[in-house]
């Protein structure tokens, strides 16, 4: 779309009055979002402003992300989506005469993490994933702990990431190091952005106490399918939109893109929605919507891939702001 030149005496049609405020609305949520990737600035109450966060973390700039409640997956400095590994995704990577609870290892929980037992001068048990089919990894998350009561001496060495191609494991990289402690707590999200046929994470060269140890385990991958979906929840400070809000539009700052993939948003309180709202049909939009009769609560961002064979971990957002009245 164009800018419009008005001339004198034209008429002037709604729609492309309403295709040029949004360009300036679009430019104006952008530059916010840009700031608050930058440094925090504050946003005025009194329902004058536009509202916006950055994803600096997973809480956001504005620590408005609800992480409990938000589906979308956070990597370094944005949200996408993916699907998390289920335990019916992996087999005959453990030793089941080793590994206690091994349908705990995908869960990310500490409290129902696989229990691997370990006796002085072994290695431990390489983990993971035969998917049975390619799919293209995004993220691998990891967790490995000893509990309190183990004395495990871990000379130097490294948790390493393997892919398997279908017939053989591959060696991808290393994810963390340790030393000589007596007590190990390590976690990270390590992004692979590969094809593969399954995945996998080892750690080498541990050389345990003369008691027996438990190492505890916890592992996931993420992938996009087509059309899948993830929600970014913002808690929304009070003051910041109306209580009789009716239109809004809705501006994220896309870090990937394809054709095929949507953003949406929704505003809602306790007992009233807005309905998903769009953002991305060629350009952030105004939408009208029934009124609201109290201020809204939250806003819900909507980040669904492309159809048919979407490219891994597209689309992605850095940011989102809203203006509302």
């Keep these: 779309m164009g800018l ?7 008429t002037l049609l709604s729609t492309q009055l309403n295709d040029n405020f949004s360009v300036c609305y679009t430019v104006n949520g952008l530059n916010l979002i840009r700031e608050l990737q930058d440094r925090d600035v504050d946003i ?32 370094t400095d944005h949200y996408g989506i993916g699907v998390s590994a289920l335990s019916t995704d992996y087999n005959s990577l453990y ?46 998350r990891w967790r490995v702990r000893t509990d309190s009561v183990s004395a495990v001496n871990m000379t130097s060495g490294s948790l390493a990431i393997d892919t ?33 046929s399954g995945v996998r994470l080892a750690l080498n060269t541990i050389a345990p106490g003369t008691s027996v140890n438990h190492l505890y385990w916890s592992l ?37 893109w394809e054709d095929g993939a949507n953003i949406e948003y929704k505003l809602q309180n306790v007992s009233e929605d807005s309905g998903w709202l769009n953002c991305m049909r060629t350009a952030p939009e105004i939408s009208d919507f029934t009124a609201f009769t109290s201020e809204p609560t939250r806003v819900l961002v909507k980040i669904t891939a492309a159809t048919g064979s979407p490219a891994a971990g597209v689309p992605t957002i850095k940011g989102f702001s809203l203006l509302s009245k």
């Excluded at 329902?47 to 600096?56: H, L, S, T, V």
């Excluded at 696989?114 to 983990?127: P, R």
């Excluded at 009070?238 to 539009?249: E, H």
């Design 220 to 256: 996931e991958y993420t992938t996009t399918t087509a059309g899948s979906d993830g929600t970014v929840w913002h808690d929304i400070p009070t003051g910041t939109l109306g209580s009789t809000v009716s239109s809004a539009i809705g501006v994220p700052l896309l870090e990937t």
């Design 4 to 10: 419009e030149d008005f001339k004198r005496r034209a």
């Design 164 to 196: 398997y191609n279908g017939s053989s494991w591959d060696a991808y990289g290393f994810v963390g190091s340790h030393g000589t402690t007596q007590l190990w707590n390590a976690t990270g999200t390590t992004a692979i952005g590969t094809s593969c």
């Design 44 to 75: 005025s109450t009194g329902f004058i402003d536009m509202w916006a966060e950055a994803y600096i973390d997973a809480s956001g700039r504005k620590n408005t992300v609800n992480a409990g409640s938000t589906t979308a997956l956070f990597s």
């Design 95 to 140: 030793d089941p005469n080793v590994m206690q609870n091994p349908t705990w290892i995908a869960d990310f929980n500490d409290s129902t993490a696989a229990v691997e037992v370990v006796t002085a001068g072994t290695k431990s048990t390489s983990i993971g994933y035969f998917f049975g089919s390619t799919k293209s990894v995004l993220d691998v």
